[in-house]
């Protein structure tokens, strides 16, 4: 952005006693530049002690949320790490951005040539952008960043990882910019223990967990495997949020707390079966934490906020003009970051497709504040594990003792689901119960086929337009 463009000035930070800094002004807008930094974590679940979890170690995220704002329902659109990944960047759903699945080879996924994405639409108006860490989308022309520290084995080594988001905020100083940080933890990886713990890390200390000590999620099996896998992940979890308070630490070294929004949250969640790769809440279900000048500390908030919403939150917090008539499937929860409303926020819209290129599974769904519908497009196929999954000690266990349930699921509702699948989650919050074919629910089985319905044709989802073609009439949904 030329420096004749750009006007200097004092800004006062919305919450009483934040320092004045100096921030550059955006012409086109008049208001403020503001600064981000999103935290991602890799598969995690809202496991921490700020969301309820007595036995894990973490004081960084547990401090986001002292000093910032903790939401309760968060979720992401998809439990797959692209496709999800995706939406988190560009503010819409996988099944319009393209990034149905995996970027990775053999799937070789592409968002679609013309999406604005976040770092492209700031890029655009003279912010400096980075990322750090893991990405996992494609194409570059999509995702344009002046500073690029890619992936690797450096996903996990949290302390060099925060080295590398210290030199781009050096390089960015006087210029606001957005810095996508991605972690490794705590998804599965090899070596012993599944999940990275075999080894030392630079400047983290490695804090085991006994089995004995972890709390079983009511999805899983209470078994010695489940258990060993469980205190690993939190190991991870706990690695992690080391890497958080590492990040932190470099933020305020180079001064910017007080124009910068830190965003910390996850893809979506744990990576076991019956949650990763699956409809279930807790596939879906994730933390966020919210913490910069002028975000209502110590704030605890029940909005529905989505994966969707990170785009147009983050585009409204800089102050950065919005793409012309380009319209996204989320709103900016900034509102809600200073204690005010944004508008009803009681639903949230989910849509799946592929996982790996072999993980064929499509689904659209919508959760409301009592209930869950989600429609299975093709409900003859069997659901395929992620193979991480699959291979896990947790799976292997419940396959060989020849297991009918998995905590309080049925094994069977992990691999096979019904057409449509409609749950109370007020009295069946591990979505046991099928309500679809009860004849007291039809009438609201009705009422969200027709929002999931609605929603599809407002989100431009091919596949309804697949069946458009091949199916006279009525159109299944």
């Known amino acids: ?72 329902n968060a979720r992401a659109t998809t439990p797959s790490c692209s496709a999800s ?16 699945g995996h970027q990775h080879l053999p799937a070789n996924f592409h968002t679609y040539d013309q999406v604005q994405s976040l770092p492209r639409i700031l890029k655009a108006q003279g912010f ?7 990405l996992h989308v494609q194409p570059a022309s999509v995702y344009p960043w ?11 080594d949290v302390w060099d990882m925060a080295q590398k988001v210290r030199e781009f905020l050096k390089q960015s100083e006087g210029k606001p910019f957005y810095l996508h940080v991605g972690f490794s933890d705590p998804h599965r990886a090899g070596g012993p223990g599944g999940f990275a713990n075999h080894r030392d890390y630079q400047n983290v200390k490695a804090r085991e967990y006994s089995p004995a000590q ?16 469980l205190a690993q992940y939190y190991q991870a979890i706990d ?52 913490m910069g000048p002028g975000v209502e500390k110590g704030a605890v908030s029940d909005a529905f906020v989505s994966t969707t919403d990170i785009t147009p939150t983050v585009l409204d917090w800089c102050g950065a003009k919005l793409p012309e008539n380009y319209e996204f499937h989320g709103s ?39 209930y869950k519908y989600t429609k299975i497009l093709f409900p003859e196929l069997e659901m395929p594990l992620p193979s991480d999954l699959w291979r ?52 609201v089985l009705a009422e969200l086929r027709a929002k999931v319905r609605d929603f599809r044709k407002r989100t431009g989802d091919p596949w309804l337009g697949y069946f458009d073609r091949i199916e006279s009439a009525p159109e299944p949904l």
């Open 128 to 134: 400096r952008t980075g990322v750090v860490g893991k």
């Open 146 to 156: 002046d500073y690029e520290v890619p992936g690797g084995a450096g996903n996990r």
């Open 332 to 370: 900016s929860f900034v509102p809600e970051l200073h204690g005010r409303s944004s508008g009803p926020r009681d639903e949230h819209y989910y849509s799946h497709t592929f996982h790996e290129i072999v993980n064929f599974f499509p689904w659209r769904g919508v959760r409301t504040r009592k």
């Open 214 to 229: 972890v709390t079983v999620p009511g999805f899983l099996p209470d078994t010695p495997e489940a258990r060993a896998e």
């Open 85 to 100: 990944r995706s939406v988190i960047l560009t503010g819409l759903q996988n099944h319009r951005n393209g990034q149905f």
């Open 1 to 72: 952005m030329p420096n004749d463009a750009v006007n200097r000035r004092q800004f006062l930070a919305a919450s009483a006693g934040t320092s004045i800094a100096p921030l550059l002004m955006n012409p086109q807008t008049g208001k403020p530049y503001r600064s981000v930094m999103c935290l991602i974590a890799d598969d995690q679940s809202a496991v921490a002690g700020c969301y309820g979890n007595s036995v894990i170690h973490t004081p960084n995220m547990d401090r986001m949320a002292r000093e910032g704002t903790r939401f309760t």
């Open 392 to 443: 896990s000690p947790t799976w292997n266990g419940v396959r060989a003792r020849h297991m009918t349930t998995s905590g309080e699921r049925p094994v069977a509702g992990i691999l096979r689901h019904a057409p449509e699948e409609l749950y109370d989650m007020d009295a069946d919050p591990m979505e046991t119960k099928n309500l679809a074919g009860s004849a007291s629910h039809q009438a």
């Open 239 to 290: 690695r992690l949020d080391q890497g958080y308070g590492f990040c932190l630490d470099a933020l305020r070294e180079a001064g910017r707390m007080d124009d910068t929004l830190v965003l910390c949250f996850s893809d979506h969640g744990m990576p076991f079966p019956g949650a990763k790769g699956s409809p279930y809440e807790t596939g879906l279900r994730i933390p966020l934490l919210a």
